[in-house]
């Protein structure tokens, strides 16, 4: 293989791609714009609204108020809400009249007055964020009543409220700082590396392959002095390079968001929204060891998708008839990465280092953490080269195939 004809194909590749204005934006502009919106939304949006929420006077739709002690009513207060009667809670808070609303079953003063066990029940959508925080408040005004009456008759019995909690329980957290920083969506970094690596070279590689037989330039290069396989590992250079530079786009994307959001934003949230920020992976590090592993990650899969992309592109007779086989690839990247987030769940220790792609998108996720080790590194790297030799002699076995190249 001859590095000047290989070289002079790869070039020819990328200044042709780079004819196209759309090429630029989605592979360099996009990637860079928009992983710091996530990275910034995402945490501010959170933090935002726990913070607005805590602090803001809401209405609550209560049934039966006039059977609640003026006690819990002034402790509903102290937690910013205002309790409105209504004739019914719960469809009030149904038809989004009220976020959240409380029902005091029917003798529920005298219950309480007898000493006996008396109910409310909490009213709030499911899965409604808004609803499930406001609710809070009213839990919160609920339990801190609960707590000074059970207080109340515990003295008035002569014993020490401490009585109820013979065990005192204290919780440590084991993370590391990385692994608290990150937050709970660190999985979105390798996400997002992987779609962008897919998105930035697949237009190279259809127009590559199903392009030059739609253009009838295919032969062309054929009949030149130029070897298959030098025609092959061009192409692939070429399709590797923008699937790599817009995975490196991805990866500055997020040093830039995590730096920004750190430095400015999260100051400005306050306490309480900042940590909710924080737990979202708003106070995200990133060491120059760490891009320099997430880079040669992504460098490994920007070349095992090239190589794909090529082997499958090839087999298509035209632009639209490529695009439809590659739209299904995105599937072989979208479920492992959604994976991620239930990786503990999913607990395959060690042996996911041997998967192809799925490890280089764990490891990925071990680096942002702070936990990746040598071992690990080293297995997935060593798949990921098997794996790209595989597809690179079968690229390369397809390219020698006439009835694949000249297939209409």
Do not use: C, H
Not at 119 to 134: C, D, F, P, Y
Not at 155 to 177: F, H, M, Y
Not at 179 to 189: D, F, M, V, Y
């Amino acid at each position: 293989m001859r590095p000047r004809f290989v070289g002079r194909i790869a070039a020819k590749e990328i200044l042709s791609t780079l004819r196209d204005t759309r090429a630029i934006v989605s592979n360099l502009v996009i990637p860079l714009v928009l992983l710091p919106v996530v990275m910034l939304g995402l945490p501010l949006l959170m933090g935002g609204l726990f913070q607005r929420e805590t602090t803001t006077v809401t209405e609550f739709a209560v049934q039966g108020l006039d059977a609640l002690p003026i006690e819990l009513v002034a402790l509903a207060e102290d937690q910013n809400a205002v309790l409105v009667e209504v004739a019914d809670a719960l469809e009030a808070v149904r038809n989004d009249a009220y976020s959240a609303g409380m029902i005091v079953a029917p003798g529920f003063a005298e219950a309480i007055e007898a000493g006996r066990p008396a109910e409310v029940t909490i009213v709030a959508k499911t899965g409604n964020l808004r609803a499930e925080l406001n609710s809070g408040k009213l839990r919160g005004a609920v339990d801190a009543y609960t707590q000074s009456l059970v207080a109340e008759r515990l003295r008035d019995a002569g014993l020490d409220p401490a009585v109820l909690r013979p065990i005192s329980v204290a919780t440590a957290d084991a993370s590391t700082e990385a692994e608290r920083s990150s937050g709970q969506l660190a999985w979105l970094i390798p996400f997002f590396i992987a779609i962008w690596t897919l998105t930035g070279g697949q237009m190279t590689a259809i127009d590559a392959t199903a392009g030059e037989k739609e253009r009838g330039t295919l032969e062309v290069l054929l009949v030149a002095p130029v070897r298959r396989s030098e025609v092959v590992f061009g192409k692939f250079l070429a399709v590797m390079t923008f699937g790599l530079s817009a995975a490196v786009m991805a990866i500055l994307g997020f040093v830039l968001g995590g730096t920004v959001l750190r430095r400015i934003f999260l100051p400005m949230i306050g306490d309480g929204g900042g940590e909710i920020a924080s737990m979202m992976g708003g106070s995200l590090t990133i060491t120059p060891a760490t891009i320099g592993l997430l880079l040669v990650s992504a460098l490994l899969l920007a070349a095992v998708v090239a190589a794909l992309l090529l082997t499958v592109t090839l087999f298509a007779r035209s632009f639209k008839e490529a695009q439809t086989y590659v739209a299904p690839m995105s599937f072989l990247l979208l479920i492992p990465a959604i994976a991620l987030q239930f990786r503990d769940l999913i607990g395959a220790g060690d042996s996911v280092y041997w998967i192809p792609v799925y490890n280089v998108m764990v490891l990925m996720d071990d680096v942002v953490k702070g936990s990746a080790t040598l071992a690990a590194v080293g297995v997935t790297w060593l798949v990921m080269l098997v794996l790209i030799a595989i597809l690179l002699v079968f690229a390369n076995a397809s390219f020698r195939r006439e009835d694949v190249l000249f297939r209409t």
